[in-house]
């Protein structure tokens, strides 16, 4: 006997040939359906609930885990901290197949949901050494992670003037974190390279920000939780390939010591870079440890970052905005995007908006000379400065950072750990292919 049951008629696939979706639709109306289902059943302060898995119980799944996610941890109230037990329809558990594949969903879901929570806490309780730390609290039992947090020190000898003047403007200290994952019976092959950007605060620094939705920028950091989320799933469901997270942690806030506009700093690489906006970071702290990735010599080389607001006035919540140097690597990832739901599109790259970086006084500047127009193509042309791998891609996630509830239906309202599931499956096609 059940106390509630939710019926859902899921929508058919769609029978126009020219669909523009760019999706497996029939995945997503079940992760849309079961989404729906668990957020009403939930909301009845049921304890458990029992998830029919359709025809594809992966997706399922990760319906049924997003939308279960909700972030309570810091309410006093024990009633609104209480979880809810998901468990797959009784008649299916018999089946290994069917068994198998939700738990594959509901890895990918927890996943994002890890990445969710990360970005979810606020500034004050995930500063650059407590991210580190939640990080390894979570992952150091995983007998196939490497965790290696490096302090300012480590950061100076490695020349990192702009990753170290983005954060000399805060209290608190920088942090930069490394993450392996060993799969492959090769350790000398690294085939992914991950570089997500990580401030856990962007008040924007001398360029302060409008205080309208500034406490948002807690979400900064969205690339380092997304990268930490992918190699969360990877390594849990023990994918054959060797993978790395690079994550550069640290505030950018005003002081007396703060990067000021007009400053010239000195990247990693040698190149010199003149910080006509401290508001433009996020690429500061990526070109350091772009090339510090390259240390590695990933196969594929992706960095992940809520770099831009022109990329959320680009294509809002619809898509992670993705500027690549190979072809047959964006084919690979839209493909993935496809399977995944959770979508990218692609940018242009071209030889214009590197000419429009080009500064007067030092090799290049931090934003474009047209200023915010093309915003989203000139951060992506500076990142290229620092990037020589030939399968190099950069996704700006700032779109799809957070969410109001209603696009994809299954995520609540806030942060939303996008795109991990995207990068998780491009993970298991490289290890399968």
Known sequence: NYPAVYVANIKGLSQNCE?????????????????????????????????????????????????????????????????????????????????????????????????????????????????????????SGFNNITITPYDKDWAKEKEMRAFLGVSQGSFEPPMFLVVKYHGAQSTDKTSLALVGKGVTFDSGGISIKPAANMDK????????????????????????????????????????????????????????????NTDAEGRLILADALTFAHEFNPDTLIDIATLTGAMAVAIGAGAAGVFTN???????????????????????????????????????????????????????????????????AHLDIAGVMSSEGDYPVYLRNGMTGRPTRTLVEFAKFLSSS
């Open 19 to 139: 669909s523009l979706e760019n999706i497996d639709e029939e995945r997503e109306n079940i992760r849309t359906a079961i989404g729906g289902g668990v957020k009403h059943l939930k909301s009845l302060q049921l304890s458990t609930i029992e998830v029919d898995p359709c025809s594809n119980a992966e997706a399922a799944a990760e319906g049924a885990y997003l939308a279960s996610y909700d972030f309570h941890d810091l309410k006093s109230d024990v009633k609104e901290k209480s979880t809810v037990e998901l468990v797959l329809t009784h008649f299916a558990n018999d089946c290994p197949k069917i068994l198998g594949d939700w738990n594959i969903g509901s890895v990918l879901a927890e996943s994002q949901n890890f990445a969710r929570r990360l970005m979810d806490s606020p500034a004050n309780l995930m500063t650059p050494t407590l991210f580190a730390s939640n990080v390894d609290k979570t992952m």
């Open 217 to 276: 920028m807690k979400g900064d950091m969205g690339g380092a939780a997304v990268t930490i989320g992918t190699l969360y799933a990877i390594s849990k469901l023990n994918l054959p390939l060797n993978a790395i997270g690079i994550i550069p942690l640290c505030e950018n806030m005003p002081s007396g010591s703060a990067l000021k506009p007009g400053d010239v700093i000195t990247a990693m690489n040698g190149k010199t870079i003149e910080v006509d």
């Open 326 to 392: 190979s072809k047959k690597l964006w084919q690979e990832l839209e493909e993935c995007s496809r399977k995944s739901g959770d979508r990218l599109w692609q940018m242009p790259l071209y030889n214009l908006y590197s000419k429009q970086i080009i500064s007067k006084v030092a090799d290049i500047r931090n934003i474009g000379k047209s200023g915010g127009i093309g915003g989203a193509c000139t951060a992506a042309a500076f990142l290229k400065e620092f990037v020589s791998n030939t399968r190099w």
